[in-house]
């Protein structure tokens, strides 16, 4: 008869415990999987929240920048402006209007990542239609081009704060046709910064708006041209000798006198 030692035995009860822990292990991400599946077949915007939530919080963790494009009109001009591809924000200009998406290096935005195609999409400023703005077209792509969680099929039109993601990528689209000219620095400002060090009192008349655009001159304004020669070569012309005065004045009454 065969002698069996205890430690064998014992080696052979663990070696199917291990065995049984093993495929139980594998039941149960198969069973995880199949849950995601479904996630992803029925609430596929619900399932690119989360994916969205771990790219903020991987870029938290590592101080990553998040990922754009920006589509901007402005003068008739077109032209988009991001940070794909070299992580460095960019303009893009593209006579035809299409700025093609891929791991091709003749792409207009070239990305070297496994799971993009050569020519995977592009972005193209439509201008003839009843809504014109810039379109996501993907080219029959492998893994395909989403918008918001929903694959593109046919091109459509990108809104402000899209979320794209086109292989393993993922960024937002922001869309601007829209400006503004803001108002004239007001005096006050004008004299501290005049203040600062390393500026002087000509450095601030050389960025002060035309005559038209400064503030009405009180009465209260003191003759300051008695005593000093306010129209020496090269002065400012724009400027009367009641507005030299007043700047003047503002400027003196920014400095602190030192304490005795």
């Not at 005559?211 to 009180?218: A, D, N, Q």
């Not at 003047?248 to 602190?256: A, P």
Request: proline letters at 3%; one cysteine or more; glycine letters at 6%.
């Amino acid at each position: 008869m065969i002698n069996i030692s205890k430690s064998y035995l014992f080696t052979l009860k663990n070696s199917a415990k291990i065995a049984e822990f093993q495929n139980k292990e594998i039941e149960r991400k198969l069973s995880l999987y199949q849950v995601f599946v479904k996630l992803y077949e029925h609430h596929s915007g619900l399932l690119e929240d989360i994916l969205q939530m771990e790219d903020l919080s991987l870029s938290g963790m590592t101080g990553l920048n998040s990922s754009y494009v920006q589509g901007v009109v402005n003068d008739g001009k077109v032209y988009l402006v991001t940070n794909l591809g070299d992580n460095q924000t960019q303009t893009l200009l593209q006579a035809q209007q299409i700025w093609t998406i891929g791991r091709d290096r003749h792409c207009g935005i070239c990305i070297g990542d496994k799971y993009l195609s050569r020519r995977h999409a592009a972005i193209q400023y439509i201008d003839q239609d009843d809504e014109p703005g810039f379109y996501l077209v993907d080219f029959k792509s492998t893994n395909g081009s989403f918008v918001n969680g929903e694959r593109v099929y046919q091109r459509i039109r990108l809104k402000e704060g899209d979320r794209v993601r086109i292989g393993n990528l993922t960024f937002n689209f922001f869309y601007n046709d829209n400006r503004r000219i803001l108002p004239t620095v007001a005096m006050e400002l004008l004299m501290q910064l005049s203040s600062r060090k390393g500026c002087n009192i000509d450095d601030t008349l050389s960025y002060v708006a035309p005559e038209k655009y400064l503030p009405e001159i009180t009465d209260k304004a003191v003759p300051f041209t008695k005593n000093f020669d306010l129209n020496p070569p090269n002065s400012h012309d724009g400027f009367s000798t009641e507005q030299k005065s007043d700047i003047l004045d503002r400027f003196f009454n920014q400095i602190t006198p030192s304490p005795i």
